[in-house]
């Protein structure tokens, strides 16, 4: 069983930038394809991008297009979301999940990490 830790929310002001990143415990995230969620208040929860396993394709909400992105930092063993020109909008609750296999999907994860809180003030 894999366990998702996701570290790097805070607070930050309409135009700046955070970055977050998601940690596997229990075996090695590189196995896994990857996607970030988010959940805003009031809202349902929504796709805000994916990494392949490997790392060897992206895959982009609407959204987030242009001003997130997804990576993968080998070293360290976790995927990143670098979040740019942040908006009010964008506050929400920040998931990743992984799922075995290469396949690049907006749905369908096997393991979730607890969320970390972004908060983009106006």
């Known amino acids: 069983q894999v366990q998702l830790v996701e570290s790097g929310g805070g607070l930050v002001q309409a135009g700046g930038s955070l970055r977050l990143s998601c940690a596997a415990s229990?075996?090695?995230?590189?196995?896994?394809?990857v996607g970030w969620f988010r959940q805003g208040p009031g809202k349902e929860r929504e796709f805000v991008a994916a990494i392949t396993r490997g790392g060897g394709s992206t895959y982009y909400a609407k959204s987030v297009k242009g001003r997130f992105t997804i990576s993968r930092d080998n070293a360290n063993d976790t995927v990143v979301l670098q979040m740019n020109s942040l908006k009010p909008d964008d506050t929400a609750v920040y998931y990743c999940?992984?799922?075995?296999?290469?396949?690049?999907?907006?749905?369908?994860?096997?393991?979730w990490g607890q969320g970390t809180q972004v908060t983009v003030s106006s």
């Open positions: 999940a992984a799922r075995p296999g290469y396949m690049l999907v907006v749905g369908d994860y096997n393991y």
């Open positions: 229990g075996r090695t995230i590189s196995v896994y394809t």
